[in-house]
C-alpha cells in the first residue's frame, strides 16, 4: 500500500513534472488523476475486486487516511469501491463523481467558455443584433430604389407618350396652319391692319345669308346652287333668327350703346375674333390625334369652305347686313324713307361689286380665298368709306354697316339709331328702359333695405341692362300667356296670371310665405 | 309727385316690341307694377350679396351675380 502510494506520489510528481505547465489549471489536475490513478489501481483493483466487495468497505472507510494525501485526487478512490468492476467503468465513475462534487467550478469555467448552447447564445446574441439592423437596412434599400425606379419610368412614361402626341401633332397643325393661314393675313395685313379680324368674322357672320330678295344677286349668282341657297335664304324665318341671334350677342355684348363706344366695339370685336381663331385651331388639334390625316383633311376643308363661300361672303356680308338693315327699317316704318333709297343704292353698288368678285373667285383656285373679294372691293368706288369702316367698325358692326349709308347721307339717323338702338326678336326697334326711372325705384328699395342709397354709375348701368333683360323677358311670357288665352292684346289678366306664376316660383326660391302673400293681396 | 312715376310710353313700347303684340290700355300699370316688384327683390338680393362680399352699398358686381337668379324667378 505504501509502495503504490509512493509511486502514485512519485508517477504524479513526474506527471505534473510534465504537465508543470498545466498545474494551475483543473485540466492538470485530471491529467494527474487520469495518468496516476490507474497504474497503481489496477492490480491493487484486482486484488480488491478478488476480495469480495463487502469486506473491503469496511476496511476502505477506516483507511480514509489515504484522501488527505491525495487531496482532492483521493476523493474519487471511495467510488472505486462502489464499481470497479472495469478501468473504463472507473474511469466514467470518477468522472461523474468529479463532475457531481465540482460542479461550481465546471459551470463556472468550463461549461459558459465551451458548452454549444454558450457558443449558440453568443451567435444568436452576435446574429441578432446584427440581424435586425440588417433587415431594415435592406429594406430601405429595395425601397429606396423601388421608388426611385417606380419614378422613373413614370415620369420618362408620362412625358413621352404626352410630349410627342401633343407637341408634335400641335406644332405640325400649327405651322401647317402657319403656313397656310399666313400668306392671306400678310396679304391683308398691309392693306388693311384691322381686316384679318374682320375677314374672320365675315367668314362666320356668312350664316346668316343675308342675301335675300336682291335681283342682282339672283342675275349674278345664277348658278343652280345660288338658287338652293336662295330658296333657303327666301325661309323669312331662318335669316330673322340668324339676325336676331346676332343682334341678340351685339346686345349682350354691348349693352346700349354700341355707335358710341368705339372703343368697346373694338374690344368686343377682338374678343369674338379671337374666339374665332381659336375655334379653329380648337377644332383641328381636336382632329389631329393623327396629325397627318388631320392635316389632311383641314388641306382639303378649307379651300372649300373659301371656294363656296366667298362669293357669298362678300355680296351677303354687306348686302346682307344693309338688306337687314333695309328691312329693319322697313318694319321701322316711316321713319326711313328718304334713307332706304340711299341704303338700296348702296347696297346695289355693292352687289356690283361683288358680282364682280364671286367670278374671279370661281376662276381661281384655293389661292385666292376670301382675300380678292376684299382687295377688289377696295378697288371700288367707296374705297374711303370702306376703310374708315373697317378701322372703326368691327366685323360685327356688319349688321350696323347700314350705318355707312346713313353717315353719307345724315347724322340725325345715327342719332336716332342711338335712341332705338335695341331691336328685339320680332324685329321692332325699342329704347331701353330710362335710366332715371331705374335709379329713382332703386334708391328708393335700396333706402328701405337700410343699406346707403348711392348707386354708382356701373351698377345703375347693370341694373338699366337688367331691366331691359327682365321686359324682354316679360314680354315672351306675356305674348305666350296672351296666345294662350287666344288673345291678340295683352291684358291685365295675362299680367296677372305672369305675377301669380312668379309667387309660385318665389314660393320655390324662398322659404317665406309671407311675400308671396303680400303680393297676392296686392294683386286682389 | 310732379312727374308721372314712369314713362308709360315706354314702357309699352317696349313691352309691344318684344312681345310682338298690342297692350290693352292699362296694362303697362300692372306691368310696371311686376317690374317694380323684381327691381326691389334684385336690389334686396343684390344688396345681400354685397354685405356678404364686404362692398358698400349696391355693386355693379353683386346685381350681375344675382340678376340671374331674380330672372329666373320672375320667369313666366
Not at chain 1, 202 to 215: T, V, W
Not at chain 1, 335 to 341: P, T, W
Request: aromatic content about 6%; some cysteine.
Amino acid at each position: 500500500m505504501s509502495e503504490s502510494a509512493r509511486k502514485k506520489q512519485r508517477v504524479g510528481s513526474r506527471t505534473s513534472e510534465g504537465a508543470a505547465d498545466n498545474s494551475g489549471t483543473i485540466y492538470a489536475d485530471l491529467q494527474r488523476l487520469a495518468t496516476a490513478a490507474p497504474k497503481p489501481v489496477t492490480p491493487f483493483r484486482r486484488a480488491v475486486s478478488v476480495t469480495p466487495t463487502p469486506g473491503s468497505r469496511p476496511i476502505r472507510t477506516p483507511g480514509t487516511g489515504r484522501t488527505p494525501r491525495g487531496g482532492p485526487a483521493t476523493r474519487p478512490t471511495p467510488i472505486r469501491r462502489n464499481a470497479p468492476t472495469t478501468p473504463h467503468a472507473i474511469r466514467a465513475l470518477r468522472e461523474r463523481a468529479n463532475a457531481a462534487r465540482t460542479p461550481g467550478r465546471r459551470r463556472s469555467g468550463r461549461t459558459q467558455r465551451e458548452t454549444p448552447r454558450d457558443i449558440l447564445r453568443d451567435l444568436s446574441r452576435v446574429l441578432a443584433r446584427d440581424t435586425r439592423p440588417v433587415q431594415p437596412s435592406p429594406q430601405e434599400q429595395q425601397r429606396r430604389p423601388r421608388h426611385s425606379a417606380l419614378d422613373l419610368p413614370d415620369v420618362d412614361d408620362g412625358p413621352d407618350p404626352a410630349v410627342p402626341r401633343l407637341s408634335m401633332p400641335l406644332e405640325d397643325m400649327y405651322d401647317d396652319d402657319s403656313f397656310h393661314e399666313a400668306p392671306p393675313r400678310q396679304s391683308l395685313l398691309p392693306n388693311l391692319p384691322d381686316d384679318v379680324d374682320n375677314g374672320t368674322i365675315q367668314s362666320l357672320e356668312f350664316g346668316r345669308r343675308a342675301i335675300s330678295e336682291d335681283p342682282r344677286m339672283m342675275f349674278t349668282t345664277r348658278v343652280s346652287e345660288r338658287f338652293a341657297d336662295i330658296n333657303e335664304l327666301g325661309i323669312d324665318g331662318e335669316e330673322y333668327e340668324v339676325d336676331g341671334t346676332f343682334i341678340n350677342r351685339r346686345r349682350t355684348l354691348n349693352p346700349d350703346e354700341l355707335l358710341e363706344d368705339v372703343a368697346e366695339e373694338d374690344l368686343d370685336d377682338t374678343t369674338t375674333e379671337i374666339r374665332a381663331l381659336t375655334g379653329r385651331r380648337d377644332g383641328r388639334p381636336s382632329d389631329v390625334d393623327l396629325g397627318v390625316f388631320g392635316e389632311m383633311d383641314d388641306d382639303t376643308e378649307e379651300p372649300t369652305f373659301r371656294f363656296t363661300i366667298p362669293p357669298r361672303m362678300q355680296a351677303q356680308a354687306r348686302d346682307g347686313a344693309r338688306e337687314d338693315t333695309q328691312e329693319r327699317v322697313q318694319e321701322m316704318g316711316a321713319q326711313i324713307d328718304g334713307d332706304e333709297d340711299d341704303i338700296q343704292a348702296g347696297a346695289g353698288e355693292d352687289q356690283e361689286e361683288t358680282a364682280v368678285i364671286p367670278g374671279g373667285d370661281d376662276d381661281d383656285d384655293e389661292g385666292s380665298f376670301g382675300i380678292t373679294g376684299w382687295e377688289s372691293e377696295h378697288d371700288n368706288a367707296d374705297d374711303a368709306d370702306l376703310q374708315a369702316y373697317r378701322g372703326e367698325v368691327s366685323a360685327f358692326d356688319r349688321s350696323l354697316q347700314t350705318q355707312s349709308p346713313e353717315r353719307r347721307a345724315t347724322k340725325q339717323r345715327a342719332d336716332r339709331q342711338r335712341r332705338a338702338l335695341n331691336i328685339s326678336r320680332f324685329g321692332h326697334e325699342y329704347p331701353s328702359f330710362p335710366a332715371a326711372t331705374v335709379k329713382t325705384l332703386a334708391t328708393g328699395f335700396a333706402k328701405s333695405q337700410g343699406s346707403k342709397a348711392k348707386i354708382s354709375k356701373d351698377t345703375l348701368a347693370v341694373l338699366v341692362q337688367t331691366s331691359d333683360f327682365f321686359f324682354e323677358q316679360i314680354g315672351e311670357d306675356l305674348a305666350a300667356y296672351a296666345q294662350h288665352g287666344g288673345r291678340k292684346v295683352i291684358e291685365e289678366s295675362d299680367v296677372i296670371a305672369l305675377m301669380k306664376r312668379y309667387v309660385t316660383v318665389y314660393i320655390y326660391c324662398t322659404d317665406v310665405y309671407i311675400c308671396p302673400i303680400r303680393r297676392l293681396t296686392l294683386l286682389s | 309727385m310732379a312727374h308721372t312715376l314712369y314713362p308709360r310710353g315706354t314702357v309699352k313700347k317696349i313691352v309691344k316690341a318684344h312681345s310682338n303684340r298690342a297692350l290693352s290700355r292699362d296694362v303697362d300699370i300692372l306691368i310696371f307694377l311686376h317690374y317694380a316688384l323684381f327691381m326691389q327683390e334684385l336690389v334686396k338680393e343684390a344688396s345681400i350679396a354685397s354685405k356678404q362680399a364686404g362692398e358698400r352699398g349696391l355693386s355693379a358686381r353683386s346685381v350681375r351675380k344675382v340678376r340671374e337668379g331674380c330672372l329666373r324667378g320672375f320667369k313666366g
